[in-house]
Every structure is written in structure tokens, then in C-alpha cells.
Nanobody, 122 residues
Framework: QVLLVESGGGPVQAGGSLRLSCAAS????????VAWFRQAPGKERAFVAEDSWTYGTQYYSDSVKGRFTISRDYVKNTVQLQMNSLKPEDTALYYC???????????????WGQGTQVTVSS
């Protein structure tokens, strides 16, 4: 079992930056694919970014490509999401996820955090 706890969310003005962090306990994330998803009010949970252990690369949704960066710290067993040039449409509850199978489908991930709220004002 992997316990994931997100932090770093909050209010920010458009054009600003936030850095989300996801701390894992219970197992090392070293051999898992890890990802960030987000869910805005009234919308389905959507893929944001993945750090793929399987393929050794990162994937991003088109809406955040060039603005967000996913990374992980293998020593601290954490995953980060650096978010720059934030837009009001980035407002959502952001979730950290981990699992042996990666990809853009949320059902591919076995473990989830409770989410951290990001609110971008114009």
C-alpha cells in the first residue's frame, strides 16, 4: 500500500506560479509510474502530467505543455509539479497518483492522494 499526501496548493493570480508536492509513504515510488490529475467543478478528472518509470520520460496534456513540469525525488520519495504561467482555467483540485501501469487513464493508477486545491484568479 502506498499513501500519498499532496501539498502546495492555494490561491494565486493569473501568470503566477505554484509548486505542488506529493509525499509518499509505505513503499518507494521508484518503480511506479507517477502522475498528476486535476478535477474542476462539474468536470471529470483529467490527466495533467506523468513521470513514466516504464519509459523513462515525461508526458503532459496539451493544455499544460510548456508551462508545467513534473519531477520526482527518489531519495525523499516525493513527486513535484511545478506550475508556471497559471491561468484561471487551471483552477481545480489536483491529485497525485501512482501505479505500476501509467498513461492518461486514471483507472491505470492504483494509489491516490486526497487532493490539493489550486485557485487561479484573473
Amino acid at each position: 500500500q502506498v499513501l500519498l499526501v499532496e501539498s502546495g496548493g492555494g490561491p494565486v493570480q493569473a501568470g503566477g506560479s505554484l509548486r505542488l508536492s506529493c509525499a509518499a509513504s509505505g513503499r518507494t515510488l521508484s518503480y511506479y509510474n507517477v502522475a498528476w490529475f486535476r478535477q474542476a467543478p462539474g468536470k471529470e478528472r483529467a490527466f495533467v502530467a506523468e513521470d513514466s518509470w516504464t519509459y523513462g520520460t515525461q508526458y503532459y496534456s496539451d493544455s499544460v505543455k510548456g508551462r508545467f513540469t513534473i519531477s520526482r525525488d527518489y531519495v525523499k520519495n516525493t513527486v513535484q509539479l511545478q506550475m508556471n504561467s497559471l491561468k484561471p482555467e487551471d483552477t481545480a483540485l489536483y491529485y497525485c497518483a501512482a501505479g505500476p501501469n501509467g498513461g492518461k487513464d486514471s483507472q491505470s493508477y492504483s494509489f491516490w492522494g486526497q487532493g490539493t486545491q489550486v485557485t487561479v484568479s484573473s
